[in-house]
């Protein structure tokens, strides 16, 4: 049994990390929730109210689950880890720093070994996207990467997706920049999608072009995605890979069919027309679940 | 002065029709509306209230603007044709005959003299995506395109458009499929934009990988574009040349702004990050006018 603290236990992600808790029947022995916003101060877990306190003192927990942004997590995190926890942040704060593994368990288990207290969970959009390709990558050998996201609002959060519900802002707009640009003019999100592919596959020779967007849809992350090999590959073959692969679904869905699923959904598996070796292939997940709170949750498993 | 007739007059892009030519002053000596839908009987040219009667008989006109659908094309345009006239057609029926032309003004408009009858108005998502992409090619050769599309719903007709106003269907969906499905695993709009995108640029070599998909938004079509050339370009040269080149505007703008303008919108002109000799762009156009209703009456003006 564990001590679990919740950090952001009010934001969208944080909310799901309870429901997923509760779902997977983690071993809670005492869950201790935070929050630095205003909007609730009390939430349910487990079928009883826990209240939600400022992060003013800092308890002795096991695992300490964040999902509360960069600034909080730079903060916070070393306070929790001093107190013994291990914290598996959902921020992009420490993702790319050398000695914090970035995991996705599916892929890169063992990595979680290797911690220092802290372990990060990776862009809900690219755990999205290499749960399908992983396993193709095992067998052809990824060279090249190609995708352009359909991200939904609620990635951006609440407030965001509250934005949405109202008709404002992302209604009927379709937005091709998410994260702030740099000099090459690639964004913030894009740069996560190849430097963390790279980490969390051990392939630092992997290129990834993303375009990442933002789409008026409340709820999960569609892909288009073109991969280039360095073997010949097949549709067909693919489809048989990924039919066995681990948190992966061979099937067309609507989106409403995917929301609060963990697998990822995966269709139109087709030969690429611009790669002699590649493919491309259509990718959703929900991203407050296998892209956020499930993949953190299931990193918290290897843990106990 | 001409006599038009616009067939599919009551149709979201034979509306645009009429405000079009309205627009641009076209000489309209007298026009004749037909429709075989049962919305509406009449509707305003010129402030002035016109019949719309079903195709029964078929007058004598110049130009015949067609969006009516590939049934309607394949059946009346023949007739209109036999009459005298020039069929200007937005279905995708003729497209690909060889003694058809499928004209882009800013790029081919010398094949509009090589009609037989009948001319062919390209898929819009192709003309919103090559506008920017000729003057590219003139400068460094296009060898591969691919592209992921932001389709809006009014590209799918106002019955369409009306289910995403009434929260239908579409509200909240992502779907990656337009038109019929292939046994390649590629769908009719998707093969639209490759032999069209050939056969406008008279480039029988060009490689175009598009996933074409359907977002919830009513109006512009957005693209994400990934180009290999022969020779290396860069974003500034790029930005330059596309400053000049007719119908392009190199600007970021929001939907609604695009919605109702003639000019393509490009921004987000970057290195590619997966073809050596490669450019990434952001495109998007008005689908009802420069992907629909412009690009037909700048033809008829071309024959005029």
Same mark, same amino acid.
Request: glycine share 6%.
């Given at each position: 049994?564990?001590?679990?603290?919740?950090? *952001?236990?009010?934001?969208?992600?944080?909310?799901?990390?309870?429901?997923?808790?509760?779902?997977?029947?983690?071993?809670?022995?005492?869950?201790?929730?935070?929050?630095?916003?205003?909007?609730?101060?009390?939430?349910?877990?487990?079928?009883?109210?826990?209240?939600?306190?400022?992060?003013?003192?800092?308890?002795?927990?096991?695992?300490?689950?964040?999902?509360?942004?960069?600034?909080?997590?730079?903060?916070?995190?070393?306070?929790?880890?001093?107190? *013994?926890?291990?914290?598996?942040?959902?921020? &992009?704060?420490?993702?790319?720093?050398?000695?914090?593994?970035?995991?996705?368990?599916?892929?890169?288990?063992?990595?979680?070994?290797?911690?220092?207290?802290?372990?990060?969970?990776?862009?809900? &959009? !690219?755990?999205?996207?290499?749960?399908?390709?992983?396993?193709?990558?095992?067998?052809?050998?990824?060279?090249?990467?190609?995708?352009?996201?359909?991200?939904?609002?609620?990635?951006?959060?609440?407030?965001?997706?509250?934005?949405?519900?109202?008709?404002?802002?992302?209604?009927?707009?379709?937005?091709?920049?998410?994260?702030?640009?740099?000099?090459?003019?690639?964004?913030?999100?894009?740069?996560?999608?190849?430097?963390?592919?790279?980490?969390?596959?051990?392939?630092? *020779?992997?290129?990834?072009?993303?375009?990442?967007?933002?789409?008026?849809?409340?709820?999960?992350?569609?892909?288009?995605? !073109?991969?280039?090999?360095?073997?010949?590959?097949?549709?067909?073959?693919?489809?048989?890979?990924?039919?066995?692969?681990?948190?992966?679904?061979?099937?067309?869905?609507?989106?409403?069919?995917?929301?609060?699923?963990?697998?990822?959904?995966?269709?139109?598996?087709?030969?690429?027309?611009?790669?002699?070796?590649?493919?491309?292939?259509?990718?959703?997940?929900?991203?407050?679940?296998?892209?956020?709170? !499930?993949?953190?949750?299931?990193?918290?498993?290897?843990?106990?």
């Amino acid at each position: 049994m564990a001590r679990i603290a919740v950090v *952001g236990a009010t934001g969208l992600v944080g909310e799901k990390f309870l429901r997923v808790l509760e779902e997977r029947n983690f071993p809670v022995d005492e869950i201790f929730l935070f929050s630095t916003g205003k909007r609730k101060r009390e939430v349910y877990f487990k079928g009883e109210k826990h209240p939600v306190l400022p992060p003013l003192e800092i308890p002795e927990v096991d695992i300490a689950l964040f999902s509360a942004g960069e600034t909080v997590a730079r903060e916070l995190a070393p306070l929790f880890r001093e107190k *013994g926890a291990v914290v598996v942040d959902n921020s &992009s704060a420490f993702r790319l720093e050398p000695d914090v593994p970035l995991v996705v368990p599916e892929i890169n288990p063992e990595d979680v070994k290797l911690h220092k207290g802290i372990i990060a969970n990776p862009n809900c &959009s !690219t755990i999205i996207m290499l749960l399908p390709l992983y396993p193709l990558h095992l067998r052809w050998k990824i060279k090249r990467i190609i995708t352009s996201t359909y991200q939904s609002v609620s990635g951006a959060g609440r407030d965001e997706l509250e934005k949405l519900e109202r008709g404002e802002e992302y209604r009927d707009e379709i937005i091709p920049w998410i994260g702030e640009e740099f000099e090459d003019g690639y964004t913030k999100e894009e740069n996560k999608m190849l430097y963390e592919t790279r980490k969390i596959m051990h392939e630092p *020779g992997i290129m990834v072009e993303a375009t990442c967007v933002r789409v008026p849809v409340p709820y999960v992350h569609s892909l288009s995605v !073109t991969v280039e090999f360095e073997k010949r590959p097949n549709p067909e073959e693919a489809s048989e890979i990924l039919k066995k692969a681990p948190g992966v679904r061979v099937e067309e869905r609507k989106l409403r069919e995917i929301k609060d699923r963990d697998e990822v959904f995966v269709w139109r598996i087709r030969y690429s027309r611009v790669f002699e070796n590649g493919l491309s292939m259509w990718v959703a997940g929900d991203n407050l679940r296998k892209g956020a709170a !499930t993949n953190a949750v299931q990193i918290a498993e290897l843990l106990t």
